[in-house]
């Protein structure tokens, strides 16, 4: 089974307006983080937010926020205002297990999603 | 000076050469990986080294050989690649959370175009 999914291969958002880009995970680790990066055509990965398993609050980062539906094992992020420069590949990501566990932060990717923002 | 850096961000090689990829990264962080990017695909781990051990290779062929020589630097030294082998090669560096109890994020270069020819 995947442990993270991303069902959009392509969004398209105008200008300024909002936009939800999807991601559901996998795992059975109560202890867990999430991760959304941002790939533009030059190829870098640019973090964009994070959410521990335990968190409390949905985190934001500025525009950047995240969905957070524990339960339904869903970690949606929303994007406001969007600008032309957000079009982008958008990355899901997961981490495994947390203190004591070591190995780095290993990273599971979900397929992405491709972003395009329209005037 | 960017966080990530990579060397080459382009590389054509054929099946028989030796080339490797270098990564370098200027953030401190005790934890170094190599991804994969091929089209349509998730981004696949396929080494990770804490303080400069290696603790994790997935099940990536033996034409692949990763080298850290300290906390800073990564190599990936490419051998008799297959054309299956052409992607994107992702470095990336964080500071391993298991000791302070946070997650953190890994910061990533800005990749090397590999095509096998």
């Known amino acids: 089974a995947q442990k993270i999914t991303q069902t959009q291969p392509g969004m398209f958002v105008q200008e300024k307006e909002a936009v939800t880009l999807d991601c559901t995970y996998d795992t059975s680790d109560p202890s867990y983080g999430l991760f959304w990066y941002k790939q533009p055509s030059s190829g870098e990965m640019i973090f964009l937010i994070y959410?521990?398993?335990?968190?409390?609050q949905n985190a934001t980062e500025g525009r950047y926020s995240l969905n957070f539906q524990k339960a339904r094992k869903s970690a949606n992020l929303v994007i406001s205002a969007s600008q032309l420069g957000d079009s982008a590949m958008y990355f899901c990501?997961?981490?495994?297990?947390?203190?004591?566990?070591?190995?780095?932060?290993?990273?599971?990717f979900g397929t992405g999603t491709q972003l395009k923002v329209e005037l | 000076e960017t966080g990530v850096t990579q060397t080459p961000r382009h590389l054509v090689m054929g099946m028989t050469n030796k080339k490797s990829l270098k990564c370098e990264q200027h953030l401190g962080h005790n934890a170094m990986y190599w991804y994969k990017q091929s089209a349509k695909k998730p981004l696949e781990l396929m080494f990770v080294y804490n303080f400069k051990e290696q603790t994790e290779n997935n099940s990536v062929p033996s034409r692949f050989s990763p080298e850290c020589p300290n906390s800073s630097h990564l190599f990936l030294h490419l051998h008799t690649l297959q054309p299956e082998d052409s992607a994107l090669y992702l470095c990336?560096?964080?500071?391993?959370?298991?000791?302070?109890?946070?997650?953190?994020?890994?910061?990533f270069g800005q990749g090397t175009r590999l095509t096998v020819v």
């Open positions: 990501a997961m981490r495994e297990g947390g203190i004591l566990t070591g190995g780095g932060n290993k990273l599971t």
């Open positions: 959410q521990g398993s335990y968190d409390q």
């Open positions: 990336a560096s964080s500071q391993d959370s298991s000791v302070s109890g946070r997650n953190t994020e890994a910061f």
